[in-house]
């Protein structure tokens, strides 16, 4: 059962060799719910469809492009319609967003502060997220976090997506780290998922999406209750930070 009273003792050994931290962009750093709420009702118009809600977002979020219209389109027409309709929806959608890309967005607490205490103590940043890349930058960029990090891939940079380790294994190895001093940082199962997979030291934050399941179900090392507060830890296990275990 996770447990969320107890330090984060159980990879403070990982975290005195943790050299590079992959970091997650939806959920995780900036809140997009908005976003791909407004891309998708734009679509939906499109095709007829009755619009989504936040809520049903919410659930959704995490898989990639791909998956978010797939799902859309399954929950409002038949298995047939939805395969028929998918490529000219899948365009449509693409195009509202890079007109919508950051327009509803906010940028979640103590993010900047974490990556620049993470950069500060040595740590090398990679962003991996399934968002296509040329929007995962713009959106890095609007809030001024494209900096932090010597590395992004979107869900479009490697043949495969997280859960998938590729990504993660991609990252780690144009950062220079092997897997086993890397930590990946995320909001949801595909995170820890990858990260595991990957052979990496795995922290979730209590925030996001997870597609709708409480942050205690996902299998990751600990839970940190900001980016600044995973900082904090991956300097220095033993400071006590906000960091718990979650096994």
Not at 87 to 93: F, G
């Amino acid at each position: 059962m996770s447990r969320l009273d107890e330090p984060l003792a159980g990879i403070g050994a990982a975290a005195h060799r943790l050299r590079a931290a992959v970091v997650d962009l939806d959920g995780t750093m900036v809140d997009t719910v908005d976003d791909f709420t407004a891309t998708l009702n734009g679509m939906l118009a499109e095709l007829g469809a009755r619009p989504v809600s936040r809520e049903e977002v919410s659930g959704y979020i995490g898989k990639g492009s791909e998956h978010l219209v797939r799902t859309v389109l399954a929950a409002r027409f038949s298995a047939e319609e939805t395969e028929a309709r998918f490529a000219a929806a899948l365009d449509r959608y693409q195009a509202h967003y890079a007109e919508v890309n950051g327009r509803h967005t906010r940028l979640y607490p103590d993010v900047e502060p974490g990556l620049a205490a993470l950069a500060q103590a040595g740590v090398k940043l990679a962003c991996v997220t399934n968002k296509p890349h040329r929007f995962a930058v713009a959106l890095l960029e609007k809030y001024g976090l494209a900096r932090y990090f010597s590395v992004i891939l979107g869900g479009d940079s490697v043949a495969r997506k997280k859960p998938d380790p590729l990504p993660m294994l991609t990252a780690c190895n144009a950062l220079g780290v092997p897997p086993a001093e890397a930590v990946a940082i995320g909001d949801s199962e595909n995170d820890a998922l990858a990260g595991r997979a990957a052979g990496m030291t795995t922290l979730t934050v209590p925030y996001g999406y997870n597609h709708g399941k409480a942050i205690q179900t996902i299998n990751s090392d600990g839970i940190v209750p900001t980016l600044l507060e995973a900082a904090r830890f991956i300097a220095n296990p033993s400071s006590g930070s906000g960091a718990t275990l979650n096994r």
